[in-house]
């Protein structure tokens, strides 16, 4: 046979995806049809026709602000990453350090954005910087927590082995606890990756040049509620499609995770 | 000289004590099993020789030298075979970290797969070999590492009773023909009878070595010897003491 055997992920993809198509389409109906039908002035409530058609009016200005904040998540959560290996590993080789720094990386998720992030363009001013900490503070715990859980759930027996083979403290690391952390630290990931997205969007909302965040606040002092919603679906969409990669990564790096259902 | 020497090693955790005074040798090239009620402390003492743990008194030798991690091969009763790795990847990890360079370990442990019946699935992924395949390459991988010797803790429990009867004939195939010094801790008497040269009886906790049998059948002992009166009377034998202590 020379054609190519049918490719069995899509049929499954489309039935994973159908249901939430379907609940989606029936919302956005509903939605239209109330503000068809009560004629709502759209500075309140735009149809979602309205926030599509004016969204792709102004697609130039969406894209140059998605691009913003793309750049502004991607180089916040790079840093992110960086830290919680880093730390999770640290952590992982000294009890000491263990119980130094897992109290203050709790501490760091307590912290309320709400009130941190405007102090952070106070001390920091309108650049790259604030935005990366704050996108960095939102989303260091879970994956340093995802991290080390992870390090610690590898097999103890697995570890005795290594260690009856002669394996050093940083042998036993290579070839087990860092690859038994996997599946756990890409789960970190996929929630990790949605909390940048958003804590780009809420550091920009604060104070920014650009980026989807200001342009939100902008629109909204305008009454362009339409926009702000348009820009609400690219963050959206943005996010989702970050989440997604996730799991192409995941099946580069680690695929036996996403196959042997050895996720724990 | 003697492949392994216990005496008088005691070990205590929390103040109860496990092991109280065990002491036998194994010779090079022999194949002893210990066999001894759940908790008896089996698989303390194999830690105690594996190096991964040490008596409170008493010496543990492993070819003629302290025990210590990387003296003696072990075979958990879990396979623990990666997912993250390739079978053949899988066998060559003590060598790996004996530091042998990948590709050499690599083919190290390829050289024993058609003895071992992994021919072809070198590069298989771990979760698409059967349960006897999986204990096969776990033991390709415990040997390979070519120490003192090879510690096997209860080496086929995890399998099928049938499954069970061929990968003992199995064993005692392979182990024939390169006479590793074996130390096999189980369950099942009569997986010890077939497979050893002499036969280890632990007490109930705190553990002693309560009987020593010598098992002179012939080998390669076969599907046969399983009904031979000697081994019927050895198997008898075990299980009347292991029963008096319970």
Redesign the interface.
């Known amino acids: 046979m020379t054609t190519s055997r049918p490719d069995p992920s899509s049929p499954r993809w489309v039935r994973i995806a159908a249901p939430a198509a379907v609940v989606v389409l029936a919302l956005v109906a509903l939605w239209q049809l109330y503000v068809t039908v009560s004629g709502i002035r759209p500075q309140v409530l735009p149809s979602p026709a309205r926030v599509l058609g004016q969204g792709w009016a102004h697609r130039d200005d969406l894209a140059a602000h998605t691009w913003s904040t793309l750049q502004v998540t991607i180089i916040g959560f790079a840093v992110s990453l960086v830290v919680a290996w880093a730390l999770a590993i640290v952590v992982d080789f000294s009890p000491w350090l263990r119980r130094a720094l897992v109290p203050l990386f709790v501490v760091s998720q307590t912290l309320p954005i709400i009130a941190i992030a405007p102090l952070m363009i106070i001390w920091f001013g309108f650049g790259l910087l604030p935005k990366v900490l704050v996108i960095a503070l939102a989303t260091f715990f879970p994956m340093a927590i995802g991290l080390i859980e992870g390090f610690a759930a590898a ?1 103890r ?2 570890g ?8 050093s403290r940083g ?1 036993v690391f290579r ?2 606890r860092l ?1 038994s952390a ?1 599946p756990r630290f890409f789960t970190a990931l996929r929630i990790g990756i949605t909390y940048a997205v958003v804590g780009a969007v809420f550091a920009e909302y604060v104070g920014a040049t650009s980026g989807l965040g200001i342009y939100m606040s902008t629109q909204k002092n305008s009454f362009r509620t339409d926009l702000v919603l348009a820009a609400v679906l690219v963050t959206a969409a943005l996010s989702l499609a970050l989440y997604l990669l996730t799991y192409l990564v995941e099946r580069i790096v ?1 695929p ?1 995770a996403l ?2 259902g ?1 996720r724990t | 000289m003697s492949a392994v020497t216990v005496s008088a090693v005691r070990r205590s955790f929390a103040d109860r004590p496990v092991l109280d005074g065990i002491d036998f040798d194994v010779a090079g090239g022999e194949f002893v099993s210990v066999i001894g009620p759940s908790g008896s402390g089996k698989s303390t003492l194999f ?1 105690l020789i ?3 743990d040490t008596p409170d008194t008493g010496t543990v030798t492993v070819g003629g030298a302290p025990a210590a ?2 003296r ?3 075979m ?3 396979d ?1 075979l ?3 790795r390739s079978v053949v990847d899988n066998c060559a ?2 060598l ?3 530091g042998i360079p990948r590709a050499e370990a690599r083919a190290r442990a390829a050289n024993l797969f058609p003895a071992f019946g992994l021919a072809g699935f070198e590069n298989a ?1 771990p ?1 698409e070999l059967s349960g006897g395949m999986r204990q096969r390459a776990a033991l390709a991988r415990t040997v390979v ?1 070519g120490r003192d010797v090879v510690l096997l803790d209860e080496p086929f429990g995890a399998l099928d009773s049938l499954t069970r009867t061929d990968m003992q004939l199995w064993l005692q195939d392979v182990w024939m023909r390169d006479r590793w010094t074996v130390l096999m801790i189980t369950h099942d008497v009569r997986e010890a009878v077939l497979l050893s040269d002499r036969v280890l009886v632990l007490s109930p906790r705190p553990a002693r070595i309560r009987h020593e049998v010598r098992v002179p059948l012939p080998r390669p002992r076969t599907l046969e010897t399983l009904t031979d009166p000697d081994f019927v009377a050895l198997e008898r034998e075990l299980v009347d003491i292991l029963h008096s202590t319970a």
């Open positions: 097999d027996e697995a005795a082995l290594l260690r009856s083979m002669g394996a042998q070839y087990v690859p996997l680690a036996w196959t042997t050895n | 830690g594996a190096g991964l991690p990387g003696a091969a072990l958990p009763q879990k623990l990666f997912p993250w990890l003590g790996e970290v004996q992924r979760g590492q």
